[in-house]
């Protein structure tokens, strides 16, 4: 599954793509197909953090009840819905909505940033 191009700026379309995305199988089952899917990703510059944020929640959510989210960032977010660049007060509210919907299914969500990268935590801090 990739979300690309215009899907990254429209919530609903990065939902609509999740919507064949099975969660049947146990994550030991799972496990190499997602290490292997991990190793291949490339760091290219941009941070696509609100879309990942809406794909990974939507996942969560169809998980068990007190599933885990957790971010690690070591970018601004800067591409796609809830990019913080240029950041304003109002950018910030996309990701207290995140947290409220997380906290509403009950989703625990963690988040490591890397000191320094200016990932604005005041913003996505608001996850946790």
Do not use: R, W
């Not at 609509?16 to 997602?34: A, G, H, M, Q, Y």
């Not at 919907?101 to 990932?119: D, F, H, L, Y």
Request: net charge negative; proline share 3%.
């Amino acid at each position: 599954m990739h979300i690309i191009g215009d899907k990254l700026s429209h919530k609903q379309g990065i939902i609509d793509s999740l919507t064949n995305f099975n969660l049947t199988d146990p994550i030991i089952e799972s496990e190499k197909t997602l290490l292997n899917s991990i190793n291949k990703i490339e760091a290219k510059g941009a941070t696509a953090l609100g879309p990942a944020l809406v794909t990974a929640l939507q996942i969560a959510e169809k998980g068990s009840p007190g599933s885990s989210l957790i971010l690690c960032t070591d970018g601004l977010a800067n591409i796609g819905i809830g990019q913080l660049d240029p950041y304003t007060e109002e950018k910030k509210h996309f990701y207290a909505e995140l947290g409220e919907q997380a906290k509403s299914k009950n989703v625990t969500v963690n988040i490591i940033s890397i000191k320094g990268e200016g990932c604005k935590v005041e913003a996505i801090g608001q996850l946790a």
